[in-house]
């Protein structure tokens, strides 16, 4: 009897003690969804708690809690946030990029070569305007003022001059050359009159000789002397074999194509045969 008592008493004595109802040493994941955790702090969770379905808890604040939370992981996060690759990953590194420790590197460099480059990825949309220099282009021969590209067979692209000579040949047919307009030639592009000359054959000749132009010789007819375009300058040989004038003080210089340069000699008092022209350049 004294023995049945002795037990109830410390029954009641156990009962009588308080229960720390929020100690937590395993959570199932049923568990998750029923148990109130506002009641839970940190000091409620011990370390190494095993999860067999996900961990829902506010109180995890620490990056060192939240690694002791991590089986077999270490040092995964540092005091800055980042995280640390060098032991802990299989990223691993392909063409152009290298995978050092916690560094990865870019081995692309600064510019792009040859071999880098395939036919035909790179089209006009790419290239912005004006960026090639003449320098870098692959031609035969050095630029020169007024010169334009153009392609032949023996030298591929070269720089070739843009001018030109519309010329005629005075003959006195043994005798000294007379007066009168000589004749015409074609003028088959808009081009600029940059000089105008004479030259003789053999031996000196003294002679004037003016231009004429009519742009629209199929309605106006061959050019006339009101069609001259020498003002006071006219081409002139003065006792001499050879004379070029490139000021053309006066001169209307700007011939259209379709016309027709016409020459007529005003005098002459020496000179049996002698080539007159004039040095275009094309527009």
Known sequence: MFRQISLILILLLLLALPVRATMICHVIDKDLHNYNWSNVTDADIPDNITVTGYVQDTDIDTEAEL???LTDVTDVF???????ISDNTNLSASDGITLTGDNLTCDLGTSIESAEITNGTIVNADIADDTIAEVKLDIYNAPS???YLKYTTANGMEWTSNRGIIGH?????GSTITTGYKGHMPVYCDCTIVA?????ESGNATITVDVWFEADPE???HPTDADSITASA???LSDDD???????TGWTTSLTAGGELGFNVDSCSAGNKVVVWVEVEKQ
Not at 78 to 84: K, L, V
Not at 169 to 173: D, E, F, H, K, M
Request: aromatic letters at 6%; charged letters at 15%.
């Open 169 to 173: 040949t005075l003959i006195g047919n």
């Open 145 to 147: 003022d007024g010169y």
């Open 67 to 69: 690694e002791s939370l």
């Open 234 to 236: 006219p081409i002139t």
């Open 78 to 84: 540092t005091n800055n946030d980042t995280i640390d």
């Open 219 to 221: 309605n106006n007819g």
């Open 196 to 200: 105008a000359g004479a030259s003789t």
């Open 242 to 248: 050879y004379n070029r004038d490139t000021t053309l």
